[in-house]
């Protein structure tokens, strides 16, 4: 299973941005899904959550800012970042826990990760 992140990018201080995270490979099914981000020098960092049944969690550093949303049909989860700070500052990650096909056509629990795209809010 492969996580792809998109629509990172340079922006101004209170400008907006839009994450987006497309899954493929042999998935099975995709469970919770999840946005981290990781500074330079700090510990990646939990951003915000969504459940298959849409319910969502963030850090407090975003509530009002971030939402996070997703769409089941194509295991796709989208993160809107807007009122944007200098301290957003990170490369966001993708993540989902879910089930895929092995190569013998099981089907298995696994952990995803994307490779990460750069936010970079700076005037």
Not at 79 to 102: F, I, W
């Amino acid at each position: 299973v492969q996580l792809v992140e998109s629509g990172g990018g340079l922006v101004q201080p209170g400008g907006s941005l839009r994450l987006s995270c497309a899954t493929s490979g042999s998935v099975f099914s995709i469970n919770t899904m999840n946005w981290y981000r990781q500074a330079p020098g700090n510990q990646r960092e939990l951003v915000a959550t969504i459940t298959v049944l849409g319910r969502t969690n963030y850090t407090d550093s975003v509530k009002g800012r971030f939402a996070i949303s997703r769409d089941n049909a194509k295991n796709t989860v989208f993160l809107q970042m807007n009122s944007l700070k200098p301290e957003d500052t990170a490369v966001y990650y993708c993540n989902a826990d879910g089930y895929h096909r092995d190569s013998w056509n099981r089907v298995v629990q696994g952990n995803y990760w994307g490779q990460g795209t750069q936010v970079t809010v700076s005037s």
